[in-house]
């Protein structure tokens, strides 16, 4: 069962990587392109967007929020949907995407793409993903930090 | 404005791909996919069950590799500087951290959901991105 959960969880995955490639989402000069409104621009990460929103909008409408799979069976193979808690905008909501939009700007690469491409074994992408990844450390050693 | 390299077909096909796999790792596993937190999580001291979170990023990997030798996307990828990948990729780590989600958990995931913390989060990470795009450049020559 171990074996089919993995096998499961990856090939959703799959589908995930296989559109960020087909998109181009990988490439960080279509990433850049599309954030230098004010230059030459390059629309295409909207289309993306607005894909993936329409896809996972409709079906979640339909068979989550609407209850065709209610709430009290919860998800096929969990015991229940892992939905973020908090409602309401904070300071560190605002303080945090406002980071992640200045180091997105500078590198072309958010999360997903820059493990993606990995597959590459370029020296940058290698060098831009153990960034991302310190990035998360620091983070936690700040957490560490402020509980002593 | 000048618009340049428009490839709406294949955004919009590749976000169809990504929209369908966010749903489905919700309906079957009842799972946000949101890849910072996924991913962050499998170095955090309170980790539930890692071999999930390391499938994604495997599966991740394979699917962006299995187009790659279908289609034939480019072999290397142009990049910025280094000094920005660095700068960039520490910021996007810590800031994605501080503000629980990137473009895949709130981008992606939360504006689906019409979370309105996901709806703010990504309409603020936009425009920072576009005014340090504006501020630094592109960071390519051409």
């Not at chain 1, 995407?97 to 793409?113: D, M, R």
């Not at chain 1, 990995?118 to 153990?130: G, K, P």
């Not at chain 2, 309906?27 to 949101?34: D, H, K, P």
């Not at chain 2, 603020?124 to 630094?136: E, L, Q, R």
Request: proline share 3%; with cysteine; glycine share 12%.
């Amino acid at each position: 069962m171990r074996f089919i959960s993995v096998l499961r969880t990856f090939s959703i995955a799959l589908l995930f990587g296989a559109g960020l490639e087909i998109s181009q989402m990988n490439r960080p000069r279509k990433v850049i392109g599309f954030l230098d409104v004010f230059n030459q621009w390059d629309p295409s990460l909207i289309f993306v967007m607005i894909g993936a929103i329409l896809t996972n909008g409709l079906l979640y409408m339909i068979f989550i929020k609407k209850g065709r799979i209610d709430k009290e069976r919860g998800p096929l193979f969990a015991s229940e949907f892992m939905l973020p808690q908090k409602k309401k905008g904070d300071f560190p909501l605002f303080i945090g995407s406002a980071l992640f939009g200045i180091g997105w700007g500078l590198s072309g690469f958010c999360p997903g793409p820059a493990l993606s491409g990995l597959f590459r074994l370029q020296s940058e992408l290698i060098l831009v993903a153990i960034s991302i990844i310190a990035g998360f450390l620091l983070y936690e050693v700040s957490q560490l930090v402020k509980k002593n | 404005m000048e618009i340049i390299n428009f490839t709406p077909l294949s955004a919009f096909i590749g976000g169809i791909l990504i929209g369908l796999a966010a749903f489905l790792l919700l309906l079957l596993n009842g799972r946000i996919f949101g890849i910072s937190g996924i991913v962050s999580q499998i170095f955090s001291k309170d980790r539930d069950n890692r071999s999930w979170r390391i499938s994604i990023v495997l599966g991740l990997l394979a699917g962006a590799f299995l187009i790659h030798l279908f289609i034939g996307t480019p072999e290397k990828m142009e990049t910025v500087s280094n000094m920005r990948l660095i700068i960039g990729g520490i910021l996007v780590g810590i800031g994605t951290r501080l503000g629980s989600g990137c473009t895949s958990g709130h981008g992606v995931c939360g504006i689906s959901r019409l979370s309105m913390r996901s709806i703010m989060a990504t309409l603020n990470f936009m425009v920072w991105a576009i005014i340090t795009v504006s501020i630094f450049g592109s960071g390519f020559s051409n």
